[in-house]
């Protein structure tokens, strides 16, 4: 008999909660605590409360071999106060060492970090991993997943939501590889000519032109705009334009640091410090990079703290992929002296 490693690994299950990591690395370990996370806070999108409405003893069941393999004694499912139906459909099949954790509907309350901080306690080390603090995190749709690739079964489809300009908004599964223009048909088609598609939600999704795009194992839904909609203006401006327009108007207020939801559990994130890297040279950028590496990309300080419309999370985006290719990533220790 093969271990649940094995079989999720051969399954191909990968975190369907956007970050796509292989999901048998995440379990190959030894920790107190699982978390299934279904605090999906993204607006429009509604895959994972579907999700537990209608599969939440397969959850479950995923959820305790993930416990039972990593050793854990106690599982917390995290939900949204809000989806009182999923609440209803999971509280049916709790076991003993599986609770029922509430969160609050506010954004980014799926942020691994959030989740970990709000039902544990416990405090995540800027830069490191929930396994670092003895508790593994994996999205509700993944333990599904994982529930089936117990029983040999691979990962064929996605749950995605498809709203926005579409005749009948929905959620439901996609085969992986059929085209995004195929999974519109499904929900009716767009009900504009001029479009583009938003890949994900509306906070961190990325546009995309092309319809032959193929849904993929991480596709969590597909929300269809008007190319000249405010919001996908700004999520098409281009590397160089966000920066030159950053460097000649950021007035250094620090909303975008002090609304930022990682800088408030105590990271060592400061958009506006980064925001200042685009107007000097030499060692002091270089510094000032370093404040962009805890950044989780939620797009709060560019779409709701900056009174001047700059993007100060694509700016932490280019500069954390900067610090990569430069060699420059500080390790955790490192980014906790900062
Ligand atoms: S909120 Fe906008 S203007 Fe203010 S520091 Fe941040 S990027 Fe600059
Ligand atoms: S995108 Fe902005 S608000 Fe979100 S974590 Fe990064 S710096 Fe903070």
């Known amino acids: 008999m093969p271990s649940l490693v094995q079989q999720v690994r051969d399954a191909g299950v990968i975190g369907a909660g956007g970050a796509g990591f292989p999901a048998y690395k995440k379990i190959d370990a030894r920790v107190d605590t699982v978390i299934a996370n279904g605090a999906e806070c993204e607006p429009l999108l509604f895959k994972d409360k579907v999700l537990m409405e209608n599969y939440a003893a397969e959850m479950i069941d995923g959820l305790q071999l993930v416990m039972q393999h990593t050793g ?19 509280s ?6 599986i609770s029922l954790f509430e969160m609050e509907d506010v954004y980014p309350a799926g942020d691994e970090y959030e989740v970990v901080y709000h039902s544990t306690g416990r405090r995540i080390p800027g830069g490191g991993l929930p396994l670092h603090i003895g508790v593994v995190v994996q999205n509700v749709e993944t333990l599904y997943h994982i529930h089936r690739a117990a029983q040999g079964q691979p990962v064929t489809h996605s749950l995605m939501t498809i709203h926005g300009h579409v005749k009948q908004p929905l959620t439901a599964w996609f085969p992986v590889g059929m085209s995004y223009g195929e999974a519109l048909q499904v929900a009716g088609g767009a009900t504009i000519d001029d479009f583009v598609l938003l890949d994900g939600g509306p906070m961190m999704g990325k546009v995309v032109t092309d319809l032959d795009t193929p849904v993929t194992r991480v596709t969590s839904g597909i929300i269809v705009l008007g190319r000249n909609t405010h919001l996908t203006e700004r999520k098409m401006q281009s590397e160089q334009a966000f920066k030159r327009i950053g460097k000649s ?11 930022c939801p990682r800088y408030l559990l105590g990271y060592p994130i400061q958009p506006h410090l980064v925001m200042r890297s685009l107007l000097t040279t030499g060692p002091m950028s270089g510094t000032l990079t370093h404040w962009a590496q805890a950044c989780c990309e939620c797009n709060i300080c560019t779409l709701w703290a900056c009174p001047e419309e700059l993007d100060p999370r694509n700016v932490c985006v280019v ?15 490192q980014l906790q002296k900062l």
């Open 249 to 259: 108007a950021c007035d250094q207020c620090s909303l975008c640091t002090e609304m």
């Open 92 to 97: 049916t099949h709790l076991r003993e060492n």
């Open 72 to 90: 854990a004694r106690k599982g917390i499912i995290a939900i949204k106060h809000k989806n009182r139906k999923a609440i209803a459909a999971v």
């Open 319 to 333: 500069t954390k992929r900067d610090l990569k290719q430069q060699g420059k990533w500080l390790s955790p220790e």
